[in-house]
């Protein structure tokens, strides 16, 4: 090992847990602590105003500016008694970050001193000269003027010294900048939707709210092996290492033990993220070694989202204060599994009816079965822009490898729910028809059997697997902002749903009763989404075949599947919801083009100095030693017998100055295959250069390096190896 290997391997294998005091309290009581809830909101807001506050969460009511100085007073006392200082709008651009921009809580008093100040109008919007964020072009950046603005639905908290409020970013002309003002106006048009074939069945119901639950998956190394690993540190993956001799072959890490430093990393985690408000709940091991676990109670989908932002956030701090970091990268290391974040998704009514659940009754059950067909068609016809809506640079190293789902979406049912769509699709129209006019609502439908979910009918390969009262997207990667997969899944639905609607209306004009004109459309839509249900093996061959047959989405390269955002369907989608229109999409497009280059082209750089600056002369400083012995062999034994002894050797050195010319001679092409990329303007075709020329190097190049790294010296080799980096806690 060299030495700077051998310290920081050392150093890691002897850390101990840091230690993480309990607070004396129950989780119950510290729950929200910092947290600006209902609770604080009645302690610290007049009751007129608390009361007009609730109605603009609950209801989406107007926000009466009036009340907006109140509001901040209340929360200004409140932060202030935590010792904040601070305040910032807390927003998410279209990097897979968060943005802030602190500012403290004093103004000039007009006598020469200082007062603290938050007014309503500091709550409510603040112009951002954001023009370096991404944008898209939307806006050029002598015109940079952007505003964020408070969206009350998701609650104020504290974090430090600072009052973060969530905000949306937009530009000045209108158009969003970031994900949270389309995932709000996704919401709404799902709710819309929603509620609206709601009344078919409750009439009561006045609203239906989308819930996501993540589960995120994360890895964590060492935080001296990671900082001797550059590739790491600049790229969030390691771009060479041969796989360890043993690595998840037998499956001994998934729900394991959890060792003593991850543990209480978990805790500290835990703590922090229950006094914000985040309902964690499970942990534990995943596949891969070093690789795990954390999921809340899911939520409402908005604050669902704020809440993993936060927690990865939360994550990397709390990481760093146990000597680890965090990798939410999903592929960080080639050959063991990488990391998603299943997003389990359903809607629900207001009158707490599960929509994606099965009843008891058979309307009940008509009413489950409408939702899920519904979601299947909005999955089916939008099935290329839920893959977009999940894919990235990094995310593309997950789907189609043996671990993930497969980069086709399609949907697993289970048997049971199987079967009663096909008993439906089966019966006859005059059957249904009949019965539906003779009796109401309160009538049997023979179609629809009682319904015993079983929630062990799993299928790990399929990216949208129907789970029992829920469906479970789970081709999202850990990296990502579930906003872009809740933004095209919500409003695919909206609009599906908008659409079944007027159809169903439609008949019903004609006179058709209702439970028939119902079944009618729902019998079309079993047979027209058929393509989309698949619960065989998503990593067979034979699938990718089939799934091409059936006019699935099948395209691998990211790139290209980004032109889903433009397709015209799509287009209608979003614009017919009012979600993004088609200046925003495309915006929004040229952004994930870019993003897409830039990563990839820090990939080759990190590479390139590498391969320059470690692998190539260590690989040589080792190919001399050996050329050295070669040479004294023979000064010791006769001719023949040193060329026998040093065959070997000279083999060896061989094989070395053919991997390491292959490497000069890739990286060389690789810097100019570069060149050629970068004169190109059109983000999208600049980005294709990148996907397909360039990336394939980066694997070809590795290939040569892993070799290196089996053959050379492990007292030289200065990185530290996948052995290490995975397998000291
Ligand atoms: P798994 O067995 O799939 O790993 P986990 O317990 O890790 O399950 O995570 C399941 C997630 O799904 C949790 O966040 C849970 O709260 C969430 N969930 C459960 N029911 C629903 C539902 N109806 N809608 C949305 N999310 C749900
Ligand atoms: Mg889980």
């Given at each position: 090992m060299s030495k700077l290997r051998f310290n920081v391997v050392e150093q890691a294998f002897h850390k101990k847990p840091v230690e993480v005091v309990s607070p004396e309290k129950r989780p119950s009581e510290y729950f929200g602590k910092y947290v600006f809830n209902r609770e604080k909101m009645f302690k610290y807001l007049p009751s007129k105003v608390y009361a007009k506050l609730v109605d603009v969460i609950d209801n989406g009511a107007n926000l009466d500016r009036s009340i907006a100085d109140e509001v901040a007073k209340g929360m200004k006392k409140w932060a202030m008694e935590l010792g904040v200082t601070h305040y910032t709008h807390w927003f998410q651009p279209l990097t897979e970050g968060t943005a802030e921009k602190h500012d403290a809580f004093v103004e000039h008093d007009g006598k020469g001193g200082m007062l603290e100040e938050f007014s309503g109008k500091l709550l409510v919007q603040q112009e951002a000269d954001g023009s370096s964020f991404p944008n898209g072009g939307v806006r050029n950046t002598f015109e940079a003027r952007g505003y964020s603005a408070w969206d009350p639905s998701s609650p104020v908290f504290v974090v430090d010294d600072t009052l973060c409020i969530p905000t949306i970013f937009i530009a000045y002309t209108g158009e969003s900048l970031d994900y949270k003002a389309p995932l709000l106006k996704a919401l709404r048009a799902v709710n819309k939707a929603a509620v609206d074939v709601c009344h078919y069945f409750n009439t009561d119901v006045k609203k239906v709210v989308a819930y996501l639950g993540w589960e995120q998956e994360y890895f964590l190394v060492d935080e001296g092996l990671y900082a001797a690993r550059p590739d790491l540190l600049l790229t969030g993956r390691t771009l060479m290492g041969h796989e360890a001799s043993k690595n998840q072959q037998l499956e001994d890490h998934y729900f394991g033990a959890i060792p003593p430093r991850v543990a209480a990393f978990m805790k500290d985690l835990e703590?922090?993220?229950?006094?914000?408000?985040?309902?964690?709940?499970?942990?534990?091991?995943?596949?891969?070694?070093?690789?795990?676990?954390?999921?809340?109670?899911?939520?409402?989908?908005?604050?669902?989202?704020?809440?993993?932002?936060?927690?990865?956030?939360l994550m990397r701090k709390i990481a760093r204060n146990h000597g680890f970091r965090v990798l939410l990268h999903e592929k960080p290391f080639k050959g063991i599994n990488g990391s998603g974040k299943h997003n389990n998704w359903s809607l629900g009514t207001d009158t707490g009816i599960l929509l994606m659940a099965p009843g008891k009754t058979s309307e009940e059950n008509l009413r489950f079965i409408t939702f899920v067909v519904n979601t299947l068609m909005a999955v089916y016809r939008h099935n290329g822009l839920l893959k977009a809506s999940i894919m990235s640079a990094t995310n593309a190293h997950r789907l189609g490898a043996h671990e993930a789902p497969p980069a086709i979406i399609s949907s697993f049912l289970g048997t049971q729910l199987s079967k009663v769509l096909d008993h439906m699709e089966d019966s006859s129209t005059n059957e249904l028809a009949s019965l539906g006019s003779k009796q109401s609502m309160r009538l049997d439908i023979p179609q629809i059997p009682e319904l015993l979910i079983d929630n062990t009918d799993r299928n790990r390969t399929s990216p949208f697997a129907f789970t029992g009262n829920r469906f479970e997207f789970r081709a999202v990667g850990s990296e990502a902002n579930c906003a872009s997969a809740m933004i095209?899944?919500?409003?695919?639905?909206?609009?599906?749903?908008?659409?079944?609607?007027?159809?169903?209306?439609?008949?019903?004009?004609?006179?058709?009763?209702?439970?028939?004109?119902?079944?009618?459309?729902?019998?079309?839509?079993?047979?027209?989404?058929?393509?989309?249900?698949?619960?065989?093996?998503?990593?067979?061959?034979?699938?990718?075949?089939?799934?091409?047959?059936?006019?699935?989405?099948?395209?691998?390269?990211?790139?290209?599947?980004?032109?889903?955002?433009?397709?015209?369907?799509?287009?209608?989608?979003?614009?017919?919801?009012?979600?993004?229109?088609?200046?925003?999409?495309?915006?929004?497009?040229?952004?994930?083009?870019?993003?897409?280059?830039?990563?990839?082209?820090?990939?080759?750089?990190?590479?390139?100095?590498?391969?320059?600056?470690?692998?190539?002369?260590?690989?040589?400083?080792?190919?001399?030693?050996?050329?050295?012995?070669?040479?004294?062999?023979?000064?010791?034994?006769?001719?023949?017998?040193?060329?026998?002894?040093?065959?070997?050797?000279?083999?060896?050195?061989?094989?070395?100055?053919?991997?390491?010319?292959?490497?000069?001679?890739?990286?060389?092409?690789?810097?100019?295959?570069?060149?050629?990329?970068?004169?190109?303007?059109?983000?999208?075709?600049?980005?294709?250069?990148?996907?397909?020329?360039?990336?394939?190097?980066?694997?070809?190049?590795?290939?040569?390096?892993?070799?290196?790294?089996?053959?050379?010296?492990?007292?030289?080799?200065?990185?530290?190896?996948?052995?290490?980096?995975?397998?000291?806690?």
């Open positions: 703590i922090q993220a229950l006094e914000l408000g985040i309902p964690v709940k499970t942990r534990h091991n995943e596949v891969a070694p070093n690789q795990f676990e954390l999921a809340p109670i899911y939520e409402e989908c908005n604050l669902a989202v704020d809440h993993n932002m936060l927690i990865m956030s095209a899944l919500n409003t695919a639905v909206a609009e599906q749903l908008t659409l079944f609607k007027k159809e169903v209306d439609t008949l019903i004009e004609q006179g058709e009763p209702k439970i028939s004109a119902l079944i009618h459309v729902i019998r079309k839509y079993i047979k027209a989404c058929k393509p989309i249900r698949f619960d065989g093996n998503g990593y067979s061959e034979e699938w990718q075949q089939e799934a091409a047959r059936r006019g699935l989405d099948c395209e691998t390269s990211c790139p290209v599947i980004f032109d889903n955002y433009l397709k015209p369907e799509t287009i209608q989608m979003f614009e017919s919801t009012n979600v993004m229109n088609r200046k925003e999409l495309k915006a929004r497009n040229e952004v994930k083009w870019d993003t897409y280059t830039k990563k990839i082209q820090i990939e080759a750089r990190v590479l390139g100095d590498l391969v320059m600056n470690h692998i190539v002369p260590v690989a040589i400083e080792y190919q001399s030693k050996l050329v050295d012995n070669v040479y004294k062999m023979k000064s010791i034994f006769p001719e023949e017998e040193a060329k026998k002894l040093s065959a070997e050797n000279v083999a060896i050195i061989k094989r070395i100055a053919e991997h390491t010319a292959f490497i000069k001679e890739k990286v060389d092409a690789m810097v100019e295959a570069r060149k050629v990329a970068n004169k190109i303007t059109e983000e999208r075709e600049k980005a294709i250069a990148y996907h397909d020329n360039i990336e394939p190097m980066l694997e070809e190049i590795r290939y040569h390096i892993d070799k290196l790294e089996l053959i050379v010296d492990d007292q030289m080799w200065t990185l530290p190896k996948y052995r290490e980096l995975l397998f000291i806690r």
